[in-house]
């Protein structure tokens, strides 16, 4: 396998490449886990969220805050900390945090389809 110099791609381009192929690999799980988090800031919001969906919704937030910064999305990593923290408490969010999570929900959906 030829290295990138030895193809006449620059290194930092070529970096970039793979970045973007692993982009789109991941780039429906990554849509899943957000739709988890919606759906989550939903029954938030309603005060109908059950312990299962809480533990779901804490574990996509976990995985989001680690795979967005890979692809340079610090905001996207900060606010899926921040949503993460909201879910591992031993109660359930209530009622009003569900505006705040929709909110944070709906940033990461515009954030992931606007990456290019």
Not at 17 to 35: G, M, S, T, Y
Not at 52 to 70: D, I, S
């Amino acid at each position: 396998m030829k290295t990138p110099a030895q193809s006449g791609i620059p290194a930092d381009a070529a970096l970039s490449q793979a970045i973007d192929r692993l982009w789109v690999r991941f780039l429906p799980e990554i849509r899943e886990r957000v739709a988890i988090l919606e759906a989550a800031a939903a029954a938030v919001s309603s005060g109908k969220l059950a312990a299962k969906r809480r533990e779901a919704a804490q574990a996509a937030a976990h995985k989001l805050a680690g795979v967005l910064g890979t692809f340079s999305l610090t905001r996207g990593t900060v606010l899926a900390r921040e949503t993460e923290v909201t879910y591992s408490r031993e109660s359930s969010p209530s009622p009003s945090a569900g505006k705040r999570l929709a909110a944070i929900a709906a940033e990461l959906r515009v954030m992931i389809e606007n990456r290019k």
